[in-house]
C-alpha cells in the first residue's frame, strides 16, 4: 500500500453509488506545494481529509489538507511557520469515455480513477499556486514585522557613489563650475573699478 498521503483508495466508494465516504490520511508530502517564498515543503507532515461520493460514471474528490507551511516574508525577511489548509473539489472519470465529446477541452486530460485509487497532487499544486501568496508578509498571518526592515535600493542613506565611468566627466564639470564662479568675480571686481574711476 502507497504511503503517499495524496493518492486516496477509492475502493469502498466505488461500490455504493450517492453514498459520501470519509477519508483520512496522513504522511510526508510528496512533493513542494507552494512557490518559492512560501509553500508546503516536500517531506512535511501533511493531513488530508476527504469526502469521497461515488456519482455513477464519476467520483467527487472533496478534500482539505492541513499542513505547516513555511517561508520568508517579502517586506522584513522574517521566517514565516505557519499551520495552513488547502481545499480542492473535483471530478474524476471513472470509465473512458467519461467527458468526452463537446464537454471535453481540446488537449485537456480528464481525472480519472486509475486503479481504485485517485491521485489529487496535481489539484494541490494547483490550488496552492493559486492561493498561496507570491510576495507573502508578516500581516497576511496576524503577525508584525521585524523593525529592521531593510531599506530599498538608492534610499539607504548611504553616499551616491558615482560611476567611475562617468567620474572623469563628473571632475570635469566641477573645474567649469569653478572657472565660471571666478570669471563672475573677476568681472564683478572690474564694473565696481569702473564705477570708482
Request: net charge negative; charged share 25%; with cysteine.
Amino acid at each position: 500500500m502507497s504511503n503517499d498521503p495524496f493518492l486516496l483508495d477509492v475502493r469502498e466508494p466505488l461500490q455504493a453509488v450517492g453514498v459520501p465516504h470519509h477519508v483520512t490520511t496522513t504522511g510526508d508530502a510528496p512533493v513542494r506545494l507552494g512557490g518559492e517564498m512560501l509553500g508546503v515543503a516536500e517531506g512535511t507532515p501533511v493531513e488530508v481529509v476527504a469526502d469521497l461520493t461515488n456519482l455513477g460514471e464519476s467520483l467527487l474528490v472533496d478534500a482539505t489538507v492541513h499542513a505547516r507551511v513555511t517561508g520568508q516574508c517579502s517586506r522584513c525577511l522574517n521566517q514565516l511557520d505557519v499551520e495552513h489548509s488547502l481545499h480542492i473539489s473535483d471530478v474524476f472519470g471513472m470509465t473512458p469515455d467519461f467527458i468526452g465529446g463537446d464537454e471535453a477541452e481540446e488537449g485537456e486530460e480528464p481525472l480519472m480513477v486509475e486503479e481504485d485509487r485517485v491521485d489529487i497532487t496535481q489539484l494541490l499544486v494547483d490550488e496552492a499556486g493559486l492561493t498561496l501568496p507570491f510576495n507573502p508578509v508578516c500581516e497576511d498571518y496576524g503577525l508584525e514585522c521585524n523593525d529592521a526592515i531593510p531599506a530599498p535600493d538608492g534610499i539607504s542613506g548611504e553616499e551616491t557613489v558615482v560611476d567611475p565611468r562617468w567620474a572623469g566627466l563628473a571632475g570635469k564639470l566641477d573645474e567649469v563650475a569653478e572657472d565660471t564662479e571666478d570669471t563672475a568675480g573677476t568681472a564683478g571686481t572690474a564694473t565696481d573699478t569702473d564705477k570708482d574711476a
